[in-house]
């Protein structure tokens, strides 16, 4: 077994796992604490380096493409002292960041761990129920639905429009933005046949984010929603592609499902359009798709 002890952190490798716990000094960001403590199984790993500095170290961990929810949800956006897979390492520890360094590689070697991506995660995700408030809103999620509530910041717009909630199967995709320069970051959700251009902050089904402390809690929501929606990698495959036609009866349940789903998804257009979230070409041309499908 392997491990090192710093203020920033506390890594241990037992041989098939690295055990990753944030540390309790209040230079640790808001983010690393609220995500806690991961687990990183051997076979999720590509790779990891220890890069020596004046007064401190960096230890990184490079995790397999596809992996890990929270990285494919923030897209590598996220800064250094809210990624959960560096840790600073002071000078006096240097010799113990490489013999940990040493003991990874030798157990991937061994193992004969491959760095090709996956088409499955190998991390859970972010502890459920979840619920953050940042920006215009609170974005709360309990493992099957996406409950948005706007506060007084939110424009007239979306506060009209009142509180969302999806369901898993209503999202297609989850995004998260931080705050850049002058432009707002936003948590955004995009919904199944509900194409908008409409910007963040007048968009339902959207979080305008303004740069403040909480914004990166955020992505874990979206972290959260991402590890229970379809891998990235099977985006395009079918869970049954050929088979459902030669049974008589699936058809016909599932036409019923799909018909009831498309009229509520007309309804909360409709609902959007009247409150000036969707425009007038938007509105139409999300209707017209929803009717073909019909």
């Known amino acids: 077994m392997a491990e090192i002890i710093q203020k920033d952190g506390t890594w241990v490798f037992d041989g098939d796992a690295l055990r990753l716990t944030p540390g309790r000094d209040k230079n640790v960001s808001l983010f690393r604490k609220t995500l806690g403590e991961l687990v990183v199984p051997l076979v999720a790993l590509a790779g990891v380096s220890f890069e020596q500095g004046k007064k401190a170290g960096r230890l990184r961990l490079r995790l397999r493409d596809g992996a890990d929810p929270l990285l494919h ?72 639905h996406v409950r948005l509530e706007w506060n007084w910041k939110a424009e007239d717009a979306k506060a009209a429009a009142g509180t969302r909630s999806l369901t898993l199967t209503d999202i297609a995709s989850v995004e998260w933005h931080p705050a850049a320069g002058l432009e707002n970051g936003y948590l955004r959700f995009t919904v199944r046949n509900a194409p908008t251009k409409a910007p963040p902050k007048y968009d ?91």
């Open 73 to 144: 949800a923030t897209g590598g956006r996220l800064t250094e002292p809210n990624d959960p897979y560096q840790l600073l390492v002071e000078s006096d520890r240097y010799g113990v960041a490489e013999y940990f360094v040493d003991e990874v590689r030798g157990a991937l070697l061994l193992d004969e761990v491959p760095t090709d991506p996956v088409d499955a995660y190998l991390l859970p995700g972010p502890s459920l129920p979840l619920s953050v408030s940042a920006g215009d809103g609170t974005a709360g999620f309990d493992g099957d």
């Open 204 to 294: 339902a089904n959207s979080v305008e984010l303004w740069g403040f402390k909480k914004d990166p809690l955020m992505a874990l929501v979206a972290a959260a929603v991402q590890a229970r929606l379809p891998h990235p990698a099977r985006a395009g495959a079918t869970d049954v592609p050929d088979a459902r036609p030669e049974l008589p009866s699936a058809p016909v349940a599932s036409a019923e499902d799909d018909h009831d789903a498309l009229l509520r998804r007309l309804r909360e257009l409709g609902e959007l359009h009247r409150t000036g979230v969707l425009t007038d070409e938007e509105f139409t041309m999300a209707k017209q798709a929803v009717l073909k499908r019909m």
